[in-house]
Structure formats: C-alpha cells, structure tokens
C-alpha cells in the first residue's frame, strides 16, 4: 500500500511560481511511476506530468516548458516546479503513483491517489 501527502499548493499572481511536493510512504518513489493531475470543477481531470521509475520524464502539452517534475528518493519525494503560471492553471493538484511500466498519461493506470492541494493563479 502507497500513501501519497501533497502539500505546496496556495496562491501566487500570474508569472509567479510554486513547488509542489509529493511525499510517498510504503514504498520508494524510485520503484514506482508517479504522476500528477490536475482537476478543476465540472472538467476532466487533465494529465500534468508523470516521472518513471526508471526517471523519464513526460509533460502536458499545456504545461510543457513552464512545468518540472523531479525526484529526491532520499526523501521519497516527487516535486512539481511550476513556473510561468497562469491563472488557467487554477486547479486542485493531485499526486499518483503507478506499478513500473505503466502508461503513465492516463489517470486510470495509477492505483494510488494523494488528496490534492489547491493551486490558484490571480491575475
């Protein structure tokens, strides 16, 4: 079993920026693939971007070149730098994690959910 604590999230003025964090417990970050999500009210849960195991990296189309996903498995933590945010970027910000080799776009691969953290940009 994988337990999954966001935390980082609040509010920051457009061109701003935050670092979500990602703690894992259960098992070590560097044996799984883990992901995070973004959901806003009344719209799709979209995909924001997701590490391997193996430690390659994948982005959203909207996020790509502002967003970073990094690991420190002597944490146990993944980490989103968020950069150049906009106030589309509003949204709850979930963590997840998925067994290796999963296809790690797709909400439905990841067995493990954090509770998110909120994120809003002003403008």
């Known amino acids: 079993q994988v337990q999954l604590v966001e935390s980082g999230g609040g509010l920051v003025q457009a061109g701003g920026s935050l670092r979500l964090s990602c703690l894992a417990s259960?098992?070590?970050?560097?044996?799984?693939?883990v992901g995070w999500f973004r959901q806003v009210p009344g719209k799709e849960r979209e995909f924001v971007a997701s590490?391997?195991?193996?430690?390659?990296?994948y982005y959203g189309d909207s996020v790509k070149d502002r967003f970073i996903i990094s690991r420190d498995n002597a944490k146990n933590t993944v980490y989103l730098q968020l950069n150049s945010l906009k106030p589309e970027d509003t949204a709850v910000y979930f963590c997840?994690?998925?067994?290796?080799?999963?296809?790690?776009?797709?909400?439905?691969?990841?067995?493990?959910w954090g509770q998110g953290t909120q994120v809003t940009v002003s403008s």
């Open positions: 997840a994690a998925a067994n290796a080799g999963a296809e790690l776009r797709r909400g439905a691969s990841y067995d493990y």
């Open positions: 259960g098992r070590t970050v560097d044996t799984l693939g």
């Open positions: 590490i391997r195991a193996i430690g390659r990296t």
